[in-house]
């Protein structure tokens, strides 16, 4: 069983910034597509941001230039640095590891596995 370890969400107003964390297992960062997918209530699951091993990242349109994904190869740790948040960036964000040959925002929420959550409210 893989173990997802999120932190980092809160409660922010339109325009300021959150920085969420992840830490996999060693094995896991080294061999699968990382990533956060969010949901809120009565939403469908969706992909935000994505990174490959390779460090090669890709978002969804709704957070292109406002959130970035990044990896601390050293500590084996997934970052999602998220500014310019809106009222809709608010939801249940959740770090996700897909397997290998998965690795587009898309498959993020839809396979692999993935962690408790962490909130993020923005207040309008």
């Known amino acids: 069983q893989v173990e997802l370890v999120e932190s980092g969400g809160g409660t922010v107003q339109a325009g300021g910034s959150l920085r969420l964390s992840c830490e996999p297992p060693r094995n896991t960062y080294d061999t699968h597509y990382m990533g956060w997918f969010r949901q809120s209530p009565g939403k469908d699951r969706e992909g935000v941001a994505g990174i490959e091993t390779d460090g090669d990242t890709d978002y969804a349109d709704s957070v292109k230039g406002r959130f970035t994904i990044s990896g601390d190869d050293t500590r084996g740790i997934i970052y999602l640095e998220m500014n310019s948040l809106k009222p809709e960036d608010t939801a249940m964000y959740y770090c996700?590891?897909?397997?290998?040959?998965?690795?587009?925002?898309?498959?993020?929420?839809?396979?692999?596995?993935w962690g408790q959550g962490t909130q993020v409210t923005v207040s309008s």
């Open positions: 996700t590891a897909v397997p290998p040959p998965y690795h587009t925002v898309w498959t993020l929420g839809r396979f692999g596995v």
